[in-house]
Every structure is written in C-alpha cells, then in structure tokens.
C-alpha cells in the first residue's frame, strides 16, 4: 500500500464522516489526531524551503500548496501543485535527510502535520499488521 493512497483515504473519512472510505483502523485515527496538528496558514507561508530536515508529513486539507526548487543561478521552476487530498513530505518515507524542493501556500491552506517520528511508527505498525494478514492493498 502507498501511503499517499492510505491518507487520501483518512482525509476523505475526516472530510466526509464515512468511516468505510478507509483501511485504517477506529484506533488509528484516533492516534493521529492525538500526535499530528492541523494548521492554518494564510497566502504566501512557507510550509518548509528546498534542503530543511524533513521532519515532517503532511496531507493538505484545504488550499493549493506549490512545490518548486531553485536552481544555482537562482531562478524558481515550479514542479507540482497540490491541493486537498493531496500529500507532500514523502522524503520521510525514502528516510531522505533533507526537502528535495521547497513548499509555499498559494491561497488559505489547511494541512495535517505529522511529526517524522509518528509517521515511521504509523508506517511499521500498519505495514506489520498488513503483512501478518497476508494482505495485498491498492496503489
């Protein structure tokens, strides 16, 4: 299972209350509310810059986040343009030290943060269970 596709299912449970659109379990949404925090950040705030410690993971709830690098001779390429339901911070899953890019809101956003060290728990813990079951999930 990829992640990306496990919390666009817990951000459609928390967006729309069904508790069947998801494979985590009651338990788990409990914790990740508990360990992670939602933020609101108006136009223009960075979310983190190109070469930060990736220290976290986050599922944008509302909003439109760019996701851009700046070259050596100083000039910005956008790369990608995320919105709700979307995730960013993947560098934490590949157990890459650093943001690859740099993330700044375009609009009103609302994200998810998830500390690193949660997130690799969360992560074991669900991979564990998924394959003591013997189970196979989507992509």
């Known amino acids: 299972m990829t992640f990306k596709w496990l919390f666009k ?9 069904s508790k069947n659109q998801t494979m985590l379990k009651n338990d788990d949404y409990q914790i990740l509310q508990k360990f992670s925090e939602i933020k609101k950040h108006t136009k223009r705030t960075s979310l983190f810059l190109q ?11 509302k909003g439109v986040v760019k996701l851009y690098v700046v070259t050596d001779d100083g000039e910005e390429i956008i ?18 030290p650093v943001y690859s890019f740099s993330a700044i809101t375009v ?7 998830i ?5 690799k728990k969360m992560m074991k813990e669900n991979h564990d269970d998924n394959e003591s079951k013997g189970a196979s999930t989507p992509d």
């Open 9 to 17: 299912m817990q951000l459609l449970k928390s967006s729309h209350g």
């Open 51 to 61: 070469g930060d410690k990736a220290d976290k993971f986050f599922i944008i709830l």
């Open 79 to 96: 790369i990608d343009m995320l919105g709700a339901g979307d995730v960013l911070g993947n560098e934490i899953i590949s157990n890459v």
């Open 107 to 113: 609009d009103e956003t609302e994200v998810n943060e």
């Open 115 to 119: 500390p690193h060290d949660f997130f």
